[in-house]
């Protein structure tokens, strides 16, 4: 059992997203982010070259926004540090949200992850405001661009279309291979010979015949526990 508890207004309206209306363009939360990773692993799982593509860019697109939310929390954690001779507990929320995650593959765990240190982030950065320390005008706005950063790395599995292609095909150049291509563009030549993969890819099993790999008991969409409505207006 893995659960993810969200302190912050700011975190806590990135687990569902919102919805687009007219004026108004949707945002994709980690739920949504985990549900379209389910495609794209099972892709992975297919041995599909271009999913391996799209899983590659997920695990750097999540590991260079994790580096990006460490670097404002360890400049605020010395701000702490340094300059406070107080005795001081970060701030909490009286409603924090939590969501029982069940995912069957790490890398929505990580999405999670990403959004729980952000979430750190800025109970951090509303602790030191709250005891009266100062924070540069430059710290504020990078940290407010975390939030963007964990946006844009939330949709970078909507790149990936599944074909139901594998490595045989696109060598092939098959009519669904050439589709890939039109739509995704022309996968690099490392992938496509398996000597670069995410780090945390599906192993191959030559056994598994099946199209469909998701397990409807251990990969639904995290349902929180205490509902809450995303306000972003």
């Known amino acids: 059992r893995v659960i993810l508890n969200i302190q912050t207004h700011q975190a806590q309206r990135l687990i569902r997203g919102r919805r687009g209306r007219e004026g108004i363009p ?42 990006c939310i460490k670097e404002p929390h360890e400049s605020l954690k010395r701000i702490l540090e340094q300059e406070c001779a107080l005795e001081v507990s970060s701030a909490t929320s009286t409603k924090p949200q939590q969501v029982v995650l069940q995912f069957a593959n790490p890398y929505a ?26 924070v540069s ?34 060598t092939q150049r098959t009519k669904h291979a050439q ?26 099993n030559r056994k598994t015949q099946q199209h469909t790999v998701s397990d409807p008991e251990t990969d639904r969409v995290p349902t929180p526990e205490k509902p809450v409505e995303p306000d972003f207006d």
């Not at 800025?122 to 009266?132: E, S």
């Not at 990078?142 to 949709?155: D, H, M, N, T, V």
């Open 109 to 134: 765990f990580l999405g999670a992850q990403m959004l729980a240190e952000f979430d750190r982030l800025i109970c951090t950065h509303l602790t030191l405001v709250h005891i009266g320390l100062e």
């Open 26 to 67: 949707a945002i994709l939360g980690l739920i949504g982010f985990a549900e379209r990773l389910k495609i794209l692993w099972q892709g992975a799982c297919q041995e599909d070259p271009y999913a391996h593509w799209w899983l590659l860019k997920v695990d750097q697109s999540l590991k260079q926004v994790r580096q």
């Open 179 to 204: 589709s890939a291509i039109e739509r995704m563009g022309k996968v690099p030549e490392e992938i496509l010979r398996g000597e670069l993969k995410a780090p945390l890819a599906p192993k191959r």
């Open 137 to 170: 005008p430059a710290l504020t706005q990078g940290i407010s661009a975390c939030e963007r950063k964990i946006r844009s790395a939330f949709l970078v599995p909507q790149g990936y279309h599944f074909l139901d292609i594998d490595v045989v095909a696109v």
